[in-house]
């Protein structure tokens, strides 16, 4: 499956953003899919999940700011970034998975956009 993110950019300190990733495959729903984020000097780290069975879970620093979605009919899954800090900056990747175990014990993902770049000030 190819996913294509977009909706990055540079904003200031308390606003949104919202991205997305479209995916090739016909039936997005069967996979298990996230956000990570990079910045620069750091390990990418995941900051939501969503799992094939519509469970969500969020790294602690972006609970209750950051929301992730999936729009089946659309094939697009979507992260919505509230009250955004600088230290949200950085490169945000989709990924995409069968298995959910690629998003804990046996990582990493199999499929993975080319990112899009957050920037916070």
């Known amino acids: 499956v190819q996913l294509v993110e977009s909706g990055g950019g540079s904003v200031q300190t308390g606003g949104s953003l919202r991205l997305s990733c479209v995916a090739s495959s016909y039936s997005v729903r069967r996979y298990c899919m996230a956000w990570f984020r990079q910045a620069p000097g750091k390990a990418r780290e995941r900051v939501a999940y969503r799992d094939r069975d519509g469970s969500t879970r969020y790294e602690d620093s972006v609970k209750g700011r950051f929301t992730i979605s999936l729009d089946n009919a659309k094939k697009t899954l979507t992260l919505q970034m509230n009250s955004l800090r600088p230290t949200d900056t950085g490169m945000y990747y989709c990924?995409?998975?069968?298995?959910?175990?690629?998003?804990?014990?046996?990582?990493?993902?199999?499929?993975w956009g080319q990112g899009t770049q957050v920037t916070v000030s």
């Open positions: 990924a995409a998975d069968l298995d959910r175990d690629a998003f804990g014990l046996r990582p990493p993902p199999a499929y």
